[in-house]
């Protein structure tokens, strides 16, 4: 995967709309589990780096439409409108839920990141609410099938199905792509250290999406647009 410079973020307690959150996205998560996953390695995933990573990049138009005031940031009320133009039905309370979960620098905007982030989220509450029915539609089926290719690999790495990675489950996928030994364990602790952004030993589906972005360059972007 290469030399990954991650932007650590400072740990912080998750407040209660974040906790409600998080147990709709495990619960979403196990319940998409129970279908398995394609990726057979984690090399898998990595050879699709460079596929995610146009694709998400693809979505900085859509962004900027939702960046009503061209500030760099959508701020609540450009994400209800937002969420207006997507047709996605989300309660106040549940997009007020998805703002504090994913603005993770507290500045009350959602960056780049966080905007990918926050809508690949939606997709995976979305499509569970749908499961028996025709798949959620966005009007991005591009954006879909990539933010499909990330769920998926999530469920790779959740080897228990529980909604959770852990360290023994990062360095079992790992070691499914190596021939295993300590340098394949120290890989497996780099990148779940990376994952693991609030050190509590288990990384939740918004803490792989945020570790993907920096993985894929996505913070890099950000900075770009910063400093023209």
Not at 100 to 113: H, Q, R, S, V, Y
Request: charged share 35%.
């Amino acid at each position: 995967m290469g030399a990954v410079v991650g932007k650590a973020e400072s740990p912080r307690s998750l407040s209660i709309s974040e906790t409600k959150l998080e147990s709709k996205m495990v619960e979403a998560m196990q319940r998409r589990a129970a279908k398995g996953s394609v990726m057979k390695s984690f090399n898998c995933i990595i050879l699709k780096f460079p596929k995610i990573d146009e694709s998400l990049r693809n979505c900085k138009d859509i962004f900027q439409q939702f960046d009503e005031d061209s500030n760099g940031a959508i701020d609540h009320d450009e994400l209800k409108r937002a969420f207006s133009k997507l047709e996605v039905s989300f309660t106040d309370e549940e997009i007020d839920d998805l703002f504090a979960a994913c603005d993770i620098n507290e500045d009350m905007g959602i960056k780049f990141n966080e905007f990918i982030v926050l809508i690949c989220i939606v997709f995976l509450l979305k499509d569970d609410q749908n499961a028996g029915q025709k798949k959620v539609d966005m009007g991005m089926p591009k954006l879909e099938a990539t933010f499909e290719t990330l769920v998926d690999a999530f469920v790779f790495l959740d080897k228990n199905k529980d909604g959770y990675v852990s360290k023994i489950e990062m360095v079992q996928a790992i070691n499914e792509t190596t021939t295993g030994g300590r340098s394949s364990g120290r890989i497996a602790m780099k990148r779940f250290e990376e994952m693991d952004w609030d050190r509590n030993g288990m990384v939740n589906f918004k803490e792989f999406l945020f570790a993907f972005t920096r993985w894929i360059g996505i913070d890099d972007l950000d900075d770009e647009d910063e400093e023209e």
